[in-house]
């Protein structure tokens, strides 16, 4: 039986990396995203057109909410109310509308994975970054309820928390910029795309069983927790 996999954000990054990996596992993958070329199109911030989206495909096995956004870079005093409030309409209420679309429908088949992507600014609070960290925050406590809500049903729910991957969000950066997070790094070095997919491919697939509701450190050993 051929698996099917949402994945939000799938044309760029860690989902496209996510998508060609799973692919490559055998599941059928439909993405999800803004950008042009995608199998759907769709901002994950609007449930309305989430939820058409979900019901137009026929729902999903496997779900993996990668669509996020970084937001104001800048003290907290200074940042937007409109763009604060945009980055948790992308980041906490994207995951939310395709967790809320999906879900039933792996309940009454009794099998689903969920991954949602995090990130370290969540465990540790990025300075300059107040609106991604607290957003990623509110992934990581969506993910333990979400986990523990699901957890006789056959549904796992998990996170991932990267920490500085190798991807377009990061193009932006400063070479100092990037210095200062690799030096962060005990392993010294960015993550790859294919080394997040591959942790991805594992959490989405039959090989987890006794795993939920957890939040997977993906960060070259900077996380202490
Ligand atoms: N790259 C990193 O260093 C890193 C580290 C930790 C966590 N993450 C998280 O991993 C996820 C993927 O990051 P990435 O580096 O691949 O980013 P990326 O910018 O390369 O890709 C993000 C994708 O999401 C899509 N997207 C953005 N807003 C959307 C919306 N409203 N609706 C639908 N699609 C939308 C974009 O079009 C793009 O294809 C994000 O949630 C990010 O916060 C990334």
Redesign the pocket.
Known sequence: MTRTAII??????????SAIRLAEDGVEVIR????AG?DV??????AAAVDTAVARVGGADILL??????GPNMPLWEVDGAAWDRVF???VR?TFNLCHAVVPGMRERGWGRIVN?????GKEGNPNLAA?SA??GA?IAMTKSLGKELATSGVIVTA????????????DNTPEVLQYMTNLIPMKR??R?EE?AELVAWLASDRVSFSTGAIYDISGGRATY
Not at 65 to 70: L, Q, T
């Open positions: 939000t954000g799938g044309m760029s990054g860690l989902g496209a990396a999800f995203d803004l950008a995608a199109v769709v901002d994950v911030s609007d909410n990668c669509a996020g956004i970084v309409a992308v980041n994207g992507f995090a990130s370290i600014a991604y957003s990623k992934v991932v928390a990267p920490a500085v991957i190798e991807t377009p969000m990061n193009a960015l993550g795309a997040v």
